[in-house]
């Protein structure tokens, strides 16, 4: 039910992993990376969001090493995150920790596994995309409605709909909110972007070096600290396929 | 005459208006010309590489591909996130044949990555601090700034190649150069929450009240922003902020080419310093 509306907005995934993150070298050094977290926790001690997470940025990148790919995919912590790159910094290991969260979005997102928790987030990152796509450019307005509209109808909360609503008068006053904004002569090109970066997507797991995502020793792991075995690995260590 | 491309990014041609006002015409007195990416399209910024990876390539890359179409080496890109997410094309760009010859072709425009993407400390750089401190004829020596670089400025260290991304002082120097005072204070790249103020205010207001009650401990009497995000949170929302805290202390947010404009002798009104939420003090 609560997943239904979020995804009513287009996905913009990309085309096919061979065409997405593989093509941009994502998967395989991302998977490298993730293989080297040593748990210092240094990413979890730098991170202004921790407070408010649900699994902590260590906890993220052991349970995928872990092979615990869903608990991953529906914690609210991979939407929490702000993309700051406080962790990404600091690793000594150089682990890419905010590009591994990107791609748990993205996984989380085109396996349905995006709850009405971190709905919000979502919702705020689709109607910009979805605006870009129409105009190009920003058009706040229109985004801003566009947000507050399917919020409302995510989980009817009229205080939700209407916060910050006293703020539109102040901003016009200060010429900060514009009707028409600005504007892109060639629109038709974005589309044809968003079309070639969008179609048929179906992106894949991440993989470990030496680990067979869903073996034994992961299921048992994962059972023994109380998370899920990974369930929806659809794409065993497929990604350098 | 120091000759630049211009990539403004969304914020500054939307609700960040007041940021272009005030670096135009603090760059125009430094005799920095800008020219403007022609029909320049969003970077995609933090939606694009949260959901959808191939996008986050190729946003970025048809600006880049425009830049270099119109013959413009170097670009100036104010907001640090666009200036981010141009760098980070950059450098995926350069590294990989296959992606060049596949993104060129999906944006409709050659891009090779060679484009040199500045932020706005680096142009003040370029222009150069003895400058700065020789054109300075306004006393603006009652400001002790907090300068605040956020987030991206100076992160990820080997996408943006800039500073140091613990302990940056580059803003400092200019501040300084302009003849304002700065403070030593603690959270100078910590977040404010960013782009998160429709999604989630609650984070954003939390974030932003540690930096406010840092700088304010530490002395400042303003802060110093060279990011649009930075300054919807710090300044739209202080009211908010201090209301829901209890600081009852306010801190003008003025951006970085305020600062260096009100020592040139430009007006609250040919800055726009006017139309930020918490009165400027540059007239004082």
Redesign the interface.
């Known amino acids: 039910m609560s997943r239904g509306i979020v995804q009513e907005v287009p ?5 096919a992993a061979s ?3 593989a ?4 998967a395989d050094t991302l998977a490298q990376s993730l293989a080297a977290c040593y748990q210092c926790g240094k990413c979890t001690a730098g991170c ?2 921790a407070d ?1 997470m649900d699994l902590m940025p260590n906890q993220i990148f052991r349970l995928l090493q872990l092979g615990a790919l869903e608990r991953v995919l529906r914690s609210t912590a991979i939407w ?1 995150c ?5 962790c ?2 600091r690793c000594p290991q150089s682990v890419d920790c ?1 590009g591994i969260i ?2 748990m ?2 996984l989380a ?1 085109a396996r349905g596994m995006v709850s009405n928790r971190q709905g ?2 979502v ?4 109607t ?2 979805d605006n ?1 796509r129409r105009h ?3 058009h ?1 307005l229109s985004q ?1 409605a566009h ?1 507050k509209l399917r919020g409302y109808l995510k989980d009817f909360s009229l205080r939700e709909l209407f ?2 609503a006293a ?1 539109g008068p ?2 016009f006053q ?5 009707f028409r ?2 504007k ?3 629109r038709a ?2 589309q ?3 079309a ?3 179609r048929g997507f179906q992106p894949r797991g991440p993989s470990i070096p030496g680990h067979q995502p869903g073996s034994q020793v992961a299921e048992s792991r994962a059972q023994r600290t109380g998370l899920e075995a990974p369930a929806t690995l659809g794409a065993k260590g497929t990604a350098h396929d | 005459m120091i000759e630049l491309g211009y990539y403004p990014g969304c914020a500054l041609h939307g609700s960040s208006n007041d940021y272009e006002q005030s670096l135009r015409a603090c760059l125009e007195r430094l005799n920095v010309r800008l020219t403007e990416v022609d029909d320049w399209i969003c970077c995609g910024a933090s939606a694009a590489h949260s959901l959808n990876s191939m996008l986050a390539v190729a946003l970025p890359a048809r600006n880049l591909g425009l830049a270099e179409r119109d013959q413009l080496h170097e670009v100036l890109a104010p907001c640090p996130l666009c200036s981010m997410e141009l760098h980070k094309a950059n450098h995926a760009l350069a590294a990989n044949e296959a992606l060049r010859a596949r993104v060129s072709e999906i944006v409709e425009v050659p891009v090779s990555g060679n484009v040199k993407v500045l932020n706005l400390i680096q142009v003040f750089e370029r222009a150069g601090l003895e400058r700065i401190r020789r054109a300075a004829r306004k006393s603006i020596a009652h400001l002790q700034a907090a300068c605040y670089y956020g987030c991206l400025l100076t992160r990820p260290p080997a996408t943006v190649q800039f500073d140091d991304a613990e302990r940056p002082q580059s803003m400092e120097a200019i501040v300084e150069a302009a003849g304002a005072k700065t403070v030593v204070w603690n959270f100078a790249t910590e977040c404010c929450g960013a782009g998160m103020t429709l999604a989630s205010e609650k984070v954003v207001l939390e974030l932003s009240q540690r930096i406010l009650r840092n700088a304010l401990e530490h002395g400042a009497n303003c802060l110093v922003v060279a990011c649009p995000m930075c300054h919807v949170n710090l300044d739209m929302k202080q009211q908010d902020t201090r209301e829901q805290f209890g600081i009852e202390q306010v801190l003008p947010v003025y951006y970085l080419s305020d600062l260096v404009g009100m020592a040139l002798g430009l007006k609250e009104a040919q800055l726009g310093t006017d139309r930020h939420f918490v009165p400027a003090r540059n007239g004082r």
Do not use: N
């Open positions: 996905l913009y995934a990309p085309a065409d997405g993150l093509l941009t070298g994502c202004p969001m408010a929490q702000v993309s700051c790159y406080t990404t910094t905010v990107d791609q979005r993205q997102l919000r987030v919702v705020f990152q689709q910009f995309l870009i190009g450019r920003l706040e801003i947000f916060r910050g703020l102040q901003l200060r010429r900060k909110l514009h904004g600005s892109v002569k060639d090109v974005i044809r972007i968003y070639r970066c969008s």
